[in-house]
């Protein structure tokens, strides 16, 4: 089983189907898509003498070579290892040395960053800028037939930081990658050989996921030609792409909807947008349902279980007439085809309906377990369940609602931040003695980031000091947007930080 097996059949079947657009600009044809992957594997095998299993990493914003890089690596029997455009350099570093990636491929923005970041990860040896001549190098080529790989390999490499804030490599296998594959075509939508999905968001992430399921169906992938998101170019897109589908945070959505000149755009050729990464208010859903229609799927899912764990098809958001219409469209869903979800109390015994506790998932979309670290694999899969740290309940229709994402967890703009990171980075200065980060809500990126800091006594630091200090370490959305200056944090008896507590007062002030 190699994933990559999906192209070579579509090239087969589909060959003249647009495989890879630049906003309405068709760049190849699937027969032209598969034998650039063909030569592009040859050419990572041969000129950099890779083996089977070894890791590749891709730091790039949205370009059009992104997919062909991608099926490339798969087709070689190599690990794709994505990677968050919008991280520090130095955080990027350290996925590329704890993957041990031999190949990086860069955007032309990124290349120049990364060649000087240091230290240099010790296995890596080539940096390829995208596009370039080394990189057109490599597709002259000669193709090579798809290597054969096993269910369980490891084909995606995910990096999602965790409670520690250390970043964790979750394997995703060429069974995981299938089957997340299967539960989109069951469940979210059915893609039509004429169809398109626009990668708005990082393909490095949710909206690359789904490139899979529309290469497995014939379907082109498009990149918008400003490579991110911005709804006037999304509007123009719909007036000349046909079938559209999209996925998009919570913050996107809420973006298209207020665009002045949405309700004139050509909706009629958007078929999809999919949504998740993070809370959506049902006002919000509300209004986006009567400005776009009925054309909302929402997904909860984890970098352990990518995008696979419950849904929310486009039929249960046109259900205005059932009498827990309200409360369905709040909820996440219900488990994905193929997938098993149970709430769990502390000792992962299963609870009643409407019982508030751990959410637990199960099925071939589950991670295989993180990168190098077995002890935190056995306790996040103990019992074959994926413990995913986060709150919620099912209802007697099994409907899953999330009562919080995590204990700790910040979500700003659909991109998870945890606090510990950022903790860490602030205790590195010399005046702070202690400092909790928390997450505030957000009217439009659903949260940001509020810095609790405690500074040494005799010492004093201005915010200014400390943004600098994380601009300089960490990505600039994790930094906080705010920062109170406070003698002491509240504890518990044990001297743990009351962070429902700083929430609390946060509340407060707000109110007053």
């Not at 306790?379 to 413990?387: A, D, F, P, V």
Request: glycine share 8%; net charge neutral.
């Amino acid at each position: 089983m190699n994933i990559a097996q999906m192209l070579v059949n579509t090239a087969r079947h589909f060959p003249t189907h647009p495989a890879v657009s630049i906003g309405e600009k068709t760049l190849f044809d699937y027969r032209t898509l598969g034998a650039r992957v063909a030569r592009l594997a040859g050419g990572l095998l041969t000129r950099f003498r890779l083996e089977p299993g070894d890791r590749v990493a891709l730091v790039m914003r949205n370009i059009a070579e992104y997919p062909e890089i991608l099926y490339a690596v798969w087709h070689a029997g190599l690990v794709a290892v994505p990677v968050n455009a919008k991280l520090h350099p130095r955080e990027i570093a350290f996925i590329l040395e704890n993957s041990g990636s031999r190949v990086c491929f860069a955007s032309a923005d990124l290349a120049s960053g990364l060649a000087g970041v240091a230290p240099q990860p010790e296995a890596m040896r080539h940096l390829v800028e995208v596009p370039s001549r080394d990189y057109a190098r490599l597709l002259e080529n000669e193709p090579i037939a798809m290597a054969s790989r096993l269910p369980e390999d490891v084909a995606w490499l995910f990096y999602t930081s965790g409670t520690t804030g250390r970043p964790k490599g979750v394997m995703l296998t060429h069974r995981n990658l299938t089957a997340e594959t299967l539960c989109y075509l069951a469940d979210v939508d059915a893609i039509g050989e004429q169809d398109c999905i626009i990668h708005a968001a990082p393909m490095s992430h949710g909206s690359g996921l789904y490139i899979m399921p529309h290469v497995a169906k014939g379907a082109c992938n498009s990149v918008p030609e400003s490579g991110g998101y911005d709804p006037a170019e999304i509007c123009d897109l719909l007036g000349r792409c046909r079938g559209v589908t999209m996925f998009q945070a919570p913050t996107m959505v809420r973006r298209l909807i207020d665009y002045p000149r949405v309700r004139e755009a050509a909706l009629q050729n958007l078929k999809t947008i999919v949504y998740g990464g993070g809370p959506m208010y049902v006002a919000d859903l509300k209004k986006a349902l009567d400005v776009l229609g009925g054309k909302l799927v929402q997904i909860y899912g984890q970098g352990e279980s990518p995008m696979t764990i419950t849904c929310l098809s486009r039929a249960r958001h046109r259900e205005r007439e059932h009498p827990r219409y309200e409360h369905r469209l709040g909820s996440a869903g219900t488990p994905f085809t193929g997938m098993a979800v149970r709430i769990a109390d502390e000792s992962d015994r299963t609870l009643p309906a409407g019982e508030v506790g751990e959410v637990l998932a199960r099925g071939d979309a589950v991670m295989k377990g993180y990168w190098n670290n077995p002890e935190v694999t056995a306790e996040t899969l103990r019992g074959g369940w994926l413990h995913t740290g986060d709150v919620g309940t099912l209802d007697e229709d099994g409907f899953l609602t999330l009562k919080d994402r995590s204990k700790d967890l910040i979500i700003s703009g659909g991109s998870n931040i945890y606090p510990r990171e950022v903790e860490e980075v602030l205790l590195t200065h010399a005046a702070v003695s202690e400092v909790a980060v928390v997450g505030r809500p957000h009217a439009d990126w659903g949260e940001e980031v509020v810095a609790f800091v405690v500074c040494r006594t005799g010492a004093a630091v201005d915010a200014a000091t400390l943004d600098r200090l994380c601009l300089d370490n960490i990505a600039r959305f994790k930094r906080p947007k705010s920062y109170c200056f406070v003698e002491a944090l509240p504890k518990n008896n044990y001297g743990k930080v009351l962070k429902t507590e700083l929430r609390r007062i946060l509340t407060e002030r707000e109110s007053a």
